[in-house]
């Protein structure tokens, strides 16, 4: 009974609570990545839905080609379902705010009616006139050759001018044929600072005339002169004396019955163009000049009233090319498709 009763031991027991491991929160960044895709699909699909195809267009456009220039009316932020609006009128940054809408590639327009065939037919007479035009000038080069030759020929058969054939130089230059009677040493065409011409130089001018009269160029006479001085009267210098030259040549050709409405200028030149430009003093450059000018071209009006397909090909129409047509290849012109026929091209 003592022993019952003596006191037992009390025992306490102390249970220590320990935090569980931490799990980690990569769940949780998959999770809002997936919530956002979600978000941004059903964005996408709302925006589907309120897009115009008009706009779809060019927003297609765009990713297409986004280096294309962009243009756009709308004042600020985008156009149509997705307006916006910028703090004023211009808005706070212009330049920035401008709206990007795709660029779209011009349709092809359709002429006017009408309008093709002119240009066209434009085109091809401009084409002729510059063929027609080099045609001229061929044929007028071949002309001055023809006339050098005549002339050249007439000296050398005339006994008292064959001598003086040095004394007469002629030539195809830019500005026409020019037929030039020039000094030589110890032959000269004038007394010296005179402008009465000695009788061989009357001869010469006279037989030039003959043969150049039947062209139908303008004719000019210049009078040149060497570099020397001329002090023997004064107030009076080269100028003078090589127009004096100049204006005794065109009288001698007009005594010799070339037109005097043909004569378009004389001109004293002085010294100012040598004929010989490394000795100033030469006497080749005491000259007479008579140039006959190049003639102007004049290209052919065209027809002012419009003709019909089949009328233009009888009188000569041109293929794409600017080819004529060939008179073989026409149709029989005695026949005429009646309303209502079936004609096969």
Known sequence: MAESEEKQP???KKVKKYAGGHHGGAW?????DFVTAMMAFFLLLWLLNVTTDE????????FNDPTAPQVSSAEGGAAGALAGRTNSPEGARAYDNMPLTAMQPPSPTRPKSGEGDANKKAN?????????????QRREKEKFQNKKQEIEQAIKSNPKLSKLSENVVIKVTSEGLEIQIVD??????????????????EEIIGLISDVISDMPNDLSVRGHTDATPYTSRKNYS???LSADRANATRRVLEKSGYPDEKVKNVMGKGAT???????PADARNRRISILLLNEEFIPP??????ETMDESIRDGAYNDDGSLYSPEDLPDPGYRPSQGDVVFP
């Not at 091809?124 to 001229?136: G, I, P, Q, S, T």
């Not at 009006?301 to 419009?306: D, I, K, L, Q, V």
């Open 10 to 12: 009390i025992i306490i």
């Open 238 to 240: 080269n100028w003078e």
């Open 273 to 279: 163009e040598p004929f010989t430009p490394e000795d």
């Open 28 to 32: 949780k960044v998959a999770y809002a």
């Open 301 to 306: 009006e065209g027809e002012e009233e419009e």
């Open 124 to 136: 091809l007479k401009k084409a002729k006139d510059e063929e027609l035009k080099k045609e001229f």
């Open 55 to 62: 706009m779809k267009s060019k927003l297609s456009a765009f």
């Open 184 to 201: 030589q040493e110890g032959e000269a065409m004038f007394p010296s600072g005179s402008s009465r011409m000695f009788g061989k130089t």
